[in-house]
């Protein structure tokens, strides 16, 4: 059971460039979702995903998008990078129905130049 | 709009003393939960413990108990006998039941040094 993974762990990008942040879960979760933190702030949602085909904007969606084509992954994909998407992702899941703690991946440290 | 506030941007603690994290909230509705999560100088997540707005009893896991006061709206974290491994930065967080936008929202933290 490995939880929530997440790849890169870092990446450097050039501005304008697009690339996809990887995330998997094996603990069978409908809820995932992405946040990206900035130095000296919380956590910030992203985009979130309720199940399978299921996904919805967060607080800062602009620049991103996802997909959930299957309960285990949730990519979150980068248009065209831009510095201001310099930040740490997390991935996150949790079970579907109520109140329950959502388990963290690692993260990934991008920085765009 | 829920909201979370730690107003300590930096605490410091010396070893084996207790310490309180101070954590606010703003929300109108009436199921709910409050999470605070431990990030380390490694940057990962890390829960810590979890209150649920139905619970009568204050959550406890360990060293770690939650000073929660409805009527307030607040959720403060007590560490206690506090240990060198405690410094970081930890996080309040609230989540609501109610919607499809079931998401976590942040406090900004509160970096805790624990000194020897």
């Known amino acids: 059971n490995a939880g929530v993974t997440q790849t890169p762990k870092f990446q450097v990008l050039k501005t304008g460039q697009s690339m996809t942040l990887q995330c998997a879960q094996d603990m069978n979760h409908e809820y995932m979702s992405w946040y990206r933190q900035d130095p000296g702030m919380g956590l910030r949602l992203i985009h979130y995903s309720v199940g399978a085909g299921i996904t919805d904007q967060g607080e800062v969606p602009n620049g991103y998008n996802v997909s959930r084509s299957t309960t285990e992954d949730f990519p979150l994909r980068l248009l065209s990078a831009a510095p201001s998407q310099t930040s740490v992702y997390f991935c996150a899941s949790s079970y579907a129905s109520g109140l329950h703690e959502q388990y963290f991946g690692p993260g990934t440290r991008l920085t765009v130049t | 709009a829920q909201k979370i506030t730690q107003t300590q941007p930096g605490m410091f603690v010396q070893e084996k003393e207790a310490v309180t994290l101070d954590c606010t909230y703003d929300t109108s509705d009436p199921s709910y939960g409050l999470f605070w999560y431990k990030q380390p100088s490694s940057g990962e997540m890390i829960f810590l413990i979890y209150q649920g707005s139905y619970d009568q009893q204050n959550a406890t896991e360990g060293r770690y108990s939650l000073n929660f006061q409805k009527a307030r709206k607040s959720a403060n974290l007590v560490i206690s006998a506090s240990q060198l491994g405690d410094s970081a930065m930890y996080f309040c967080?609230?989540?609501?039941?109610?919607?499809?936008?079931?998401?976590?929202?942040f406090g900004s933290g509160t970096q805790l040094t624990v000194l020897p």
């Open positions: 967080a609230t989540l609501l039941s109610s919607g499809s936008a079931r998401q976590l929202t």
